[in-house]
C-alpha cells in the first residue's frame, strides 16, 4: 500500500526563522514520484517539485530546500530565512506503478503559520 | 492557455439535490482526475481516467458519478448530496504516463445543508 504521512499538524514560526516540514512515506514500488504542493490561503494548489525514486540528490531553489533519504524514506522540505508569504499548508505526495496511471497519495499536510 | 478550469467556484446543495461539477483542460491532456479535500485534510482521490471513454474508481467513489465524452472536459455528478459530500474539489490532470506533475484547478467548494 501507498502511503505518506506528514506528522507536524501545524508549525509556528517568526520571520526569518528557518523551518523543517517533514514527510515519510510507504511504498513497495522501485520506481514512484515524490511531490511537494503548497496551498496558500486562497486556496489554489501550487507545485513546488518533483523528484524520481532514482535521484537522491538534494535540491535547492532559493530559499526552498529538498532532503531525499531512501534509507530513512523520507523527503523534508526545509524554508531557510522563512517570510510570512510562506504561511501555507504543504502537501507531501506519492505516486508509483503501484498506484497505476499517475495517481496521488497525499499526505494530510502541514500548516505553517510565519508571523511577522 | 487557461489550463484547467472548474465551475462553479462555490455552491450550496440541499440534501437530496443533484449537482454537476465541471472541469475543463485546454492543454490536450489525456489524464484527468477528481480529488475531494476535507476540512485539515488531504486530497483523496474520487475518480480519474486515462482517456475519453475510460474512467475508473479512485479511493472514495461513493456516491459520485463521473463520464469522459472528450478529451477537454471531465464532469462530476453528484446524484443525491448528502452533507458528507461537504468539501472543496479539485480536478486535475496530466499530459499521460510519466513523470508529470499533475495540474491542478482553482477548486469547487461545496456544502450540502
Known amino acids: 500500500a501507498q502511503k505518506v504521512t506528514q506528522a507536524q499538524t501545524e508549525i509556528s514560526v517568526v520571520e526569518k526563522e528557518d523551518v523543517t516540514l517533514d514527510c515519510v512515506y510507504e511504498?513497495?514500488?522501485?520506481?514512484?514520484?515524490l511531490f511537494w504542493y503548497k496551498q496558500p490561503p486562497s486556496g489554489e494548489l501550487v507545485f513546488l517539485i518533483r523528484?524520481?525514486?532514482?535521484?537522491?540528490q538534494n535540491e535547492i531553489s532559493g530559499r526552498y530546500s529538498w532532503n531525499f533519504q531512501k534509507s530513512t524514506s523520507s523527503f523534508n522540505f526545509t524554508i531557510t530565512a522563512s517570510q510570512v508569504v510562506d504561511s501555507a499548508v504543504y502537501f507531501c505526495a506519492l505516486s508509483g506503478s503501484g498506484t497505476g496511471f499517475q495517481k496521488l497519495v497525499f499526505g494530510t499536510g502541514t500548516r505553517l503559520l510565519v508571523s511577522p | 492557455n487557461a489550463g484547467v478550469t472548474q465551475t462553479p467556484k462555490f455552491r450550496i446543495l440541499k440534501i437530496g439535490q443533484s449537482m454537476t461539477l465541471q472541469c475543463t483542460q485546454d492543454m490536450n491532456h489525456n489524464y484527468m482526475y477528481w480529488y475531494r479535500q476535507d476540512p485539515g485534510m488531504g486530497l483523496k482521490l474520487i475518480y480519474y481516467?486515462?482517456?475519453?471513454?475510460?474512467?475508473d474508481k479512485g479511493e472514495v467513489p461513493n456516491g459520485y458519478n463521473v463520464s469522459r465524452s472528450t478529451t477537454e472536459d471531465f464532469p462530476l455528478r453528484l446524484e443525491l448530496a448528502a452533507p458528507s459530500q461537504t468539501s472543496v474539489y479539485f480536478c486535475a490532470s496530466i499530459p499521460g504516463q510519466g513523470a508529470y506533475e499533475q495540474y491542478f484547478g482553482p477548486g469547487t467548494r461545496l456544502t450540502v445543508t
Open positions: 511504498t513497495r514500488d522501485t520506481t514512484y514520484y
Open positions: 523528484r524520481n525514486s532514482f535521484d537522491e
Open positions: 481516467s486515462v482517456g475519453a471513454g475510460i474512467t
